[in-house]
């Protein structure tokens, strides 16, 4: 059984930057594609980012394009989100999510396992 946790939230400046980090356990890491979601109050929780088996696909949200980049290193275990040129829309929680599929979905459903999410506020 996989488990992911995130980590690398919290509060930051409009403009500033933050690296979210997911570690996997307990399975092959490195056969799965990992997506990253995040999901703001009141509202559902929404494709952001993600990265295939071995790294080589990116697909980004047309809201974080340009601004986020998402990486892993199996050697770690470990999808990273980077994200830049914050904005306060962009708070909400981050949770990472990992598909025994080859390339990452936008789709919730089509991931095996949840990270317990990790919170990012973005101030203006």
């Known amino acids: 059984q996989v488990q992911l946790v995130e980590s690398g939230g919290g509060l930051v400046q409009a403009g500033g930057s933050l690296r979210l980090s997911c570690a996997a356990s307990?399975?092959?890491?490195?056969?799965?594609?990992v997506g990253w979601f995040r999901q703001a109050p009141g509202k559902e929780r929404w494709f952001v980012a993600g990265?295939?088996?071995?790294?080589?696909?990116?697909y980004y949200a047309g809201s974080v394009k340009g601004r986020f980049t998402v990486s892993r290193d199996d050697a770690k275990n470990t999808v990273y989100l980077q994200m830049n040129s914050l904005k306060p829309e962009d708070t909400a929680v981050y949770y990472c999510?990992?598909?025994?599929?080859?390339?990452?979905?936008?789709?919730?459903?089509?991931?095996?396992?949840w990270g317990q999410g990790t919170q990012v506020t973005v101030s203006s």
């Open positions: 999510a990992g598909s025994n599929r080859w390339r990452p979905s936008q789709e919730r459903g089509e991931y095996d396992y």
């Open positions: 990265i295939s088996r071995r790294g080589g696909i990116t």
């Open positions: 307990g399975g092959t890491f490195s056969s799965y594609a």
